[in-house]
């Protein structure tokens, strides 16, 4: 019976039906299956619909209904566990007008004129609920439905983040510590690539690699996983008192050697809410975990009790959501792309779509296994993600939404930009254009290259007049550069006569470098910064290294059989050899480099303490470090000779600073290693 005066209109009633199936369809495959099939943006847009039309037509309302649910169901494989104290969820809004109803709705409760409220960033990862009795960690729960979660105390504890035992004072009999597990963006990136190399199931984001991770039911394997915690709240407390807000209540986490972020402040009334959004906002990209929003709590305890709840959610309580980082779109047509060393790259041209607050046109596919792993198609509709600087991808696509017809895509035999053969070599992920630099595209790409600012730094040479050169055949190789004369350039399209001076003056200053600039600024194959530093500290002069052969090169840190061929069949290819020649004579100059010599020891004596988190295995840096000589050892004296701190450095790094030790990153560590001795002070 209709409880409403409005009559439900048959179609309004059929497209409830429709969102409450496809809900219930995806609600599964995100929960049950970790695997979801359509972004949660969408997801997002869908419920909500779903919500207008339940508002306006109360009838439509049903106790099945997926607007009436908080969570997902518990997986069987774990053992259950019962929150004590419910896990709330949290409401959502999309705009500052919504939040300006949520902060009116809070000070017409409380009647009060201006609330303070603590904003915090909102985690993109997965709520999970640890318990401490005695200060000692006995459970770790995932949120579940709220009520019921996972037992998943075995992979929380390899956690590295989570201590296993609080410290500090007023430690509670029993406390339940809340907050969200998720995956540094760079770990994210490292994992994938290790489970790309071993083909493996590559993680669509972040948040389904914590939950995967998380979800394992052998706990060596979340070991091997990078996985961090931020705490936000507190569930039972027992044996102690809580602070009076919840700002306090963090800080008091603080104290006891859990993990809090440093970024929530205290904001009073909802322009400042506002400000906190933006600032943060502004910042989403550099921070090295994902977000999608910002959420904002009453900071008094007495007025969030005052407020009280709706259904699960706090009244409290608010996610104020960021631009989505995950949008459908369609693919309109797959492209090659021909990279500086001839990669082929497909790439997909989409119907434009904003993602992240940027329109997307083209995003990456990798290379053929990864299209064909993920079964893009032209036609289909795809999820496509931009993270921060990343080059926006295509993460899957909905087979669902296929068109009948949509045939697969195969990469080219021939190069689509001069026509020469494609090869593969076994192994290799990458199929490549053989045409070298009598590809157009290949000779484009090594020229910005060798402009680039890491290389030799020619400002005013963007990618777009490189293009236009080559086009006009004005450049062949990176030395006709240092032959280009003002007229020439200023008769290009949009530059002048200014702007064409300035080129050739920054064309006549980029010829005073340094040589290991010189050498990867050349791009041979797999020859990056770190390596050209390497070589040159290693050889000393050009001339050395391109008379190496293969085994004296191998010699070089970092320099094994793949880059020792590559930097070998460089150097034979005659026409490389003329290039270098020309540039030398164009006045391309460079100091030689002080080399050291084979088993010389430029750290004998000098003890080194590693701490914190580091990128690379600890043993291999240790191994590099012994071989310059260095003693590595585990304790900060007066004695020791620098601290390497990596992410997250706690006590020795505090140490090192109170005793006045040099402090290196690992940016630094590479200089030390290629035999900079100068950080030692
Ligand atoms: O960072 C988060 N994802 C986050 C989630 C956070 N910073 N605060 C949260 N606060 C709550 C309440 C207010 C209900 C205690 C939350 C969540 N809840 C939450 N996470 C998942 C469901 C609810």
Not at 332 to 345: F, P, Y
Not at 506 to 516: D, G, Y
Not at 521 to 548: C, D
Request: with cysteine; net charge neutral.
């Amino acid at each position: 019976m209709s409880t409403s005066n409005k009559t439900l209109p048959a179609k309004d009633k059929q497209r409830a039906a429709e969102l409450r199936e496809q809900l219930n369809y995806h609600n599964y495959r995100y929960y049950v299956l970790d695997d979801p099939e359509i972004p949660d943006a969408e997801y997002d847009r869908m419920l909500r619909e779903l919500q207008g039309l339940e508002e306006h037509y109360p009838e439509l309302r049903s106790a099945d209904s997926p607007t009436q649910r908080v969570g997902g169901e518990a997986l069987s494989a774990f053992a259950e566990v019962q929150h004590e104290v419910p896990m709330l969820s949290l409401g959502n809004v999309f705009s500052e007008e919504e939040l300006v109803d949520f902060d009116r709705r809070c000070r017409e409760g409380l009647d009060v004129d201006e609330i303070e409220y603590l904003a915090e960033p909102k985690l993109d990862g997965l709520a999970i609920s640890l318990l401490y009795e005695d200060g000692v960690l006995v459970r770790g729960a995932t949120r579940g439905d709220g009520a019921t979660g996972e037992d998943v105390t075995h992979n929380v504890k390899t956690i590295g983040a989570i201590p296993l035992r609080l410290t500090g004072k007023g430690i509670p009999k029993r406390l339940e510590v809340r907050g969200e597990i998720y995956m540094p963006k760079k770990g994210f990136e490292e994992l994938n690539q290790r489970q790309r190399d071993n083909h493996a199931k590559v993680f669509a984001n972040p948040r389904n690699a914590a939950a995967g991770s998380l979800r394992q039911l052998d706990s060596s394997i979340t070991a091997t996983r990078p996985l961090s915690m931020y705490c936000y709240g507190v569930g039972v407390v027992e044996g102690a008192r809580l602070a009076k807000t919840h700002q306090a209540t963090l800080e008091q986490l603080r104290s006891w050697g859990l993990r809090v972020s440093n970024e929530p402040a205290v904001v009073k009334g909802v322009k400042a809410c506002e400000a906190y959004y933006e600032q943060l906002l502004a910042r989403r990209d550099a921070l090295d975990y994902e977000i999608d929003g910002i959420v904002y709590k009453v900071n008094r305890h007495d007025q969030q009790q005052a407020l009280g709840f709706v259904s699960r959610a706090p009244r409290w309580a608010i996610a104020r959501k960021f631009p989505a980082q995950e949008e459908m779109t369609r693919v309109l047509a797959i492209d090659i792309q021909v990279g500086r060393t001839g990669a082929l790259t497909p790439v997909a041209r989409l119907e434009p779509v904003a993602v992240g607050g940027v329109i997307v046109t083209n995003a990456t596919l990798h290379n053929e296994d990864e299209i064909r792993r993920k079964d893009v198609r032209v036609g289909d509709t795809v999820i496509v993600r931009r993270a921060g600087d990343v080059i926006p991808e295509v993460v899957s696509s909905i087979k669902s939404k296929r068109k009948k017809g949509a045939r697969q895509f195969k990469v080219p035999t021939k190069c689509p930009e001069c026509g020469s053969e494609v090869v593969r070599v076994e192994g290799e992920a990458v199929a490549r254009c053989s045409g070298g630099l009598f590809c157009p595209a290949q000779r484009k790409e090594s020229i910005k290259h060798f402009a680039s600012r890491r290389a030799m730094d020619i400002d005013g040479l963007g990618d777009k007049l490189v293009e236009q050169l080559v086009d006009a055949g004005m450049i062949h190789d990176v030395a006709d550069l240092y032959s280009l004369r003002v007229e020439q350039l200023a008769a290009m399209e949009r530059m002048g006569e200014k702007s064409a001076t300035n080129l050739v003056a920054a064309l006549e200053k980029s010829k005073s470098t340094t040589l290991p600039r010189f050498i990867f600024a050349l791009g041979i194959r797999e020859v990056g910064e770190a390596t050209a530093l390497n070589l040159a500290t290693h050889f000393g002069s050009l001339e050395k290294i391109i008379k190496a052969t293969e085994a004296q090169l191998e010699e070089v840190t970092d320099v094994g059989p793949v880059v020792a061929k590559n930097i070998v069949a460089f150097d034979h290819q005659a026409h490389n050899r003329e290039v270098i020649d020309k540039l030398i004579r164009a006045g391309v100059h460079w100091a030689d480099i002080k080399t050291r010599l084979l088993g010389e020891q430029p750290l004998a004596g000098k003890s080194i303490v590693l701490t914190g988190s580091l990128t690379e295995p600890r043993n291999a840096i240790k191994d590099k470090l012994q071989a310059l000589g260095a003693k590595v050892s585990s304790s900060v004296s007066k004695k020791t000779a620098c601290v390497i701190a990596g992410a997250d450095a706690g006590s020795k790094l505090a140490r090192a600073q109170d005793l006045g030790i040099p402090v290196l990153d690992e940016a630094a560590l590479k200089k030390l290693l290629a035999g900079d001795i100068s950080l030692l002070g």
